[in-house]
């Protein structure tokens, strides 16, 4: 059987649960500028690229430019996560079990850098080798291109340490939201979808579990010949 080669992990809903934090961080400056805001509104946002929810605050009465709305969601949410990180369960323990094994190891995110860095800095060094960010990519998910960017850049450095290259066969992605699931199942890598915020439905194209706790490199390793189903 191929080994398990590099996992690539989403982050909001995934590795930490910070959709709480942005739900208020956007709540709080919709009601600054007097508009309305609701759980409908707040959902059509989780997963979605932070210049997408830019522009459906804007139209929530946020009279503020895209950029300074992203980053003053941002300043929120990092002011909170100083406080404490709010880990997915199980996601320590898989990332640190997958470490043990050898298995390498990328955020891939919508979130912009600072606040990726700032949520993968909350890990031991060399856990997370490198992070992509929303910042990083001119399309956001679903569309593929931040899960090609990570696989590449990986890629590129396992040739040059291993002489080996990556295979997306033998490569994961955990995403937990519609667009990122989709994200990563059209770039082409395994991809095991754990559901928090929205429901995913069984598929030909990914993997589903309940939980991340539990799940060892064993469970992921065997995904990699496994038709996609519920694990």
């Not at 994961?172 to 082409?188: L, M």
């Not at 915020?197 to 993997?207: A, C, I, K, T």
């Amino acid at each position: 059987m191929s080994s398990l080669q590099a996992v690539f992990w989403d982050m909001d809903g995934t590795l930490v649960d910070t959709e709480p934090y942005w739900i208020q961080a956007e709540y709080d400056l919709v009601e600054a500028w007097g508009g309305q805001w609701d759980e409908a509104k707040a959902q059509l946002l989780v997963g979605q690229a932070l210049e997408f929810s830019a522009s459906v605050l804007q139209d929530a009465g946020v009279d503020m430019e895209a950029a300074s709305i992203v980053n003053d969601l941002m300043d929120s949410v990092i002011a909170r996560c100083a406080h404490e990180v709010p880990w997915r369960p199980g996601a320590l323990e898989l990332v640190g079990s997958l470490r043990s094994a050898g298995v390498r190891q990328a955020m891939v995110t919508m979130s912009w850098g600072r606040l990726a860095s700032a949520i993968a800095e909350q890990l031991p060094q060399g856990h997370l080798e490198f992070v992509v960010s929303g910042d990083m990519v001119s399309r956001g998910k679903p569309d593929p291109e931040a899960y090609l960017l990570g696989f590449e850049k990986m890629s590129e450095h396992h040739m040059r340490l291993t002489g080996e290259a990556l295979d997306k066969s033998r490569c994961i992605a955990v995403e937990d939201s519609i667009p990122g699931t989709a994200a990563a199942a059209y770039s082409g890598l395994v991809t095991l979808a754990v559901p928090h915020y929205s429901d995913l439905p069984e598929s030909g194209q990914w993997h589903l579990a309940e939980s991340l706790s539990g799940l060892s490199p064993a469970d992921l390793q065997n995904l990699l010949t496994k038709e996609p189903t519920a694990v």
